[in-house]
């Protein structure tokens, strides 16, 4: 039994695995990272999705203006 099954009564298989092209690695990154309430390192993006810290930063310049998200040192 999966997890899935267990805690939701559905059944759920992987049907097929799909390698994510490096120019949608910025952006699924920020699908995961961005969820996380306790934040997380820039030096991640950098590593994951081979870009700098400082593209991760100049992107997040807007959405911290309006308000959508914090950017903090450390």
């Known amino acids: 039994r999966t997890l899935p099954d267990i805690l939701f009564g559905v059944s759920c298989t992987l049907e097929e695995a799909a390698v994510v ?4 690695l910025p952006f699924e990154f920020a699908l995961n990272a ?8 820039t030096a991640l993006y950098a590593a994951h999705a081979g870009r700098s810290a400082g593209d991760l930063l ?3 310049a807007g959405p911290a203006r309006e308000g959508l998200v914090e950017v903090s040192a450390g």
């Open 21 to 24: 092209a490096a120019a949608s």
């Open 34 to 41: 961005l969820r996380l309430t306790e934040g997380f390192e």
């Open 58 to 60: 100049n992107r997040l």
